[in-house]
């Protein structure tokens, strides 16, 4: 199946600070997401992005098909920031079943 | 965007016992739905496919007789854990999609505990 690598695993930030996340794959795909778990478990849609570029308000996303990855981008991190970001790709050809990543643990600090 | 509801959030169950879970898309209609479990500090694993109206469709090494997943309609699909052991603690996701669009939702989960 296609493998989802995620860096980095953990991430200490201070509160203000910017961060790059990434996330690479194995195969083609037709379906790339961006997930927030906040502490109760709940994934929150951060963004649809399986090319391109998106922004919403201090977070931003780009994947790079071609080349099998994508980043997602938090500029000025608050405390509420933190918890568990995901990428998930779903292959080409793969019927739409999600495959997560390994996941990046955000901790923002005061 | 769409809205996916999951019941109950947070089930005990007795070792031997079966819990059913149910997963509701609220604003439209899921032909299909996904059913995930995540062990702690762990990420999302996809367990299977449901599919309204037909069987649904196990990954490899998910026993299918243990977790018996029903889509009867548009807007539901259980989940149901038989037979539930201490090992199936676990946090169980749905998730599902608004017809041709294809960016995918997620309940809310459901915290299992078998004691």
């Known amino acids: 199946g296609i493998q989802v690598e995620q860096s980095p695993p953990d991430l200490i930030l201070q509160e203000g600070a910017n961060s790059t996340l990434r996330c690479n794959f194995s195969?083609?795909?037709?379906?790339l997401q961006w997930f927030h778990q906040n502490p109760w478990g709940q994934l929150i849609n951060l963004f649809y992005?399986?090319?391109g570029t998106k922004q919403n308000g201090r977070l931003s996303a780009t994947t790079v098909a071609t080349e099998r990855y994508s980043l997602l981008y938090i500029s000025s991190s608050q405390t509420t920031d933190s918890g568990v970001y995901f990428c998930?790709?779903?292959?080409?050809?793969?019927?739409?079943?999600?495959?997560f990543g390994t996941g990046t643990q955000l901790k923002v600090e005061l | 965007g769409a809205v996916v509801s999951q019941h109950p959030s947070r089930v005990i169950c007795k070792s031997g016992t079966s819990v059913k879970i149910e997963c509701r898309s609220l604003?439209?209609?899921?032909?299909?739905m996904f059913w995930y479990r995540q062990f702690p500090k762990q990420s999302l694993m996809l367990m299977a496919t449901?599919?309204?109206?037909?069987?649904?469709?196990?990954e490899q090494g998910v026993e299918k007789d243990k977790f018996l997943i029903n889509h009867a309609s548009l807007t539901l699909s259980t989940l149901t854990v038989t037979s539930a052991h201490p090992e199936d603690s676990s946090f169980y996701i749905c998730?599902?999609?608004?017809?041709?669009?294809?960016?995918?939702?997620f309940g809310q989960g459901t915290r299992l505990t078998v004691v």
């Open positions: 998930a790709v779903a292959r080409t050809g793969g019927g739409n079943k999600l495959t």
């Open positions: 195969d083609s795909v037709n379906n």
């Open positions: 992005i399986p090319s």
């Open positions: 449901s599919n309204e109206g037909s069987k649904a469709t196990y």
């Open positions: 998730s599902a999609r608004d017809g041709g669009l294809p960016e995918a939702f």
């Open positions: 604003d439209f209609q899921a032909t299909t």
